[in-house]
């Protein structure tokens, strides 16, 4: 009996020490900071590539970023970013607003399935539910013309990538995400990080991805043979 009362008061202190909305979720509600994470292969190792996968890898110049030209960086690189993001929580959905790109992610919850045919977007299409007290939030639908991170790992069209949320306390969320797909990587493979609240009186900025672009106005980047979104572009020769 008093290991069945201790395990009741062990219980209900951990309940109380997470916050919680008024239909009992955890609140994620808040700004975030995003801690900067550029490999997301640091820690573990060599990736899982397929043959495609690492001839892909194998010719990707760090120099040629996508985001350089202001395209939206993807999932689950805008959560790679050292920009903070904001979590706005209701019962039927959750609202990712990042300062990187000034972009966000509207993610519907009870969904039991995607679209049957989603656009490919840079983003994806994502719908999540709660599994306990993680938020797993599940992104399909990618175009290839992102890059996972800003070592440049590469994916293609059938990425899929798995997200957990778990709120640790008040101020920290444990951060997991998958990344899946078959055409780049023989297996899934994960990476896991800890999200920290903003401090009190710290908040979002505004990012404008077009002012003061040396990197792209400047000549400073230059088309890659394996980078997609910069096929129509026409480099200047060099002199």
């Not at 293609?156 to 306390?169: G, K």
Request: net charge negative; with cysteine.
């Amino acid at each position: 009996m008093r290991v069945v009362l201790i395990g009741v008061l062990l219980g209900t202190c951990a309940w109380a020490e997470i916050p919680r909305t008024a239909d009992g979720k955890p609140d994620l509600n808040g700004s975030w900071n995003l801690p900067y994470t550029p490999n997301m292969a640091k820690g573990i190792g060599e990736l899982p590539f397929t043959p495609e996968g690492q001839a892909v890898y194998s010719k990707v110049n760090t120099a040629y970023d996508p985001t350089g030209f202001c395209l939206y960086p993807g999932v689950p690189r805008i959560n790679n970013s050292p920009f903070p993001m904001r979590v706005v929580q209701t019962p039927d959905s959750v609202v990712f607003l990042y300062e990187y790109m000034t972009t966000f992610r509207a993610v519907p919850l009870g969904a039991k399935d995607h679209s049957k045919k989603p656009d490919q977007t840079f983003m994806g299409e994502s719908i999540g539910k709660w599994d306990g007290d993680a938020l797993v939030v599940d992104t399909v639908g990618f175009n290839d013309r992102t890059w996972l991170d800003t070592a440049g790992h590469p994916h293609s069209d059938v990425l899929h990538v798995t997200e957990r949320y778990q709120l640790m306390d008040a101020n920290h969320i444990a951060y997991d995400v998958t990344v899946d797909d078959a055409k780049m990587y023989t297996k899934p493979w994960s990476n896991h990080r800890v999200l920290d609240r903003l401090k009190p009186g710290d908040h979002l900025m505004e990012y404008s991805c077009d002012e003061n672009n040396l990197d792209r106005d400047q000549g400073h980047l230059r088309p890659g043979p394996t980078v997609v979104p910069f096929s129509t572009i026409n480099p200047t020769p060099a002199k």
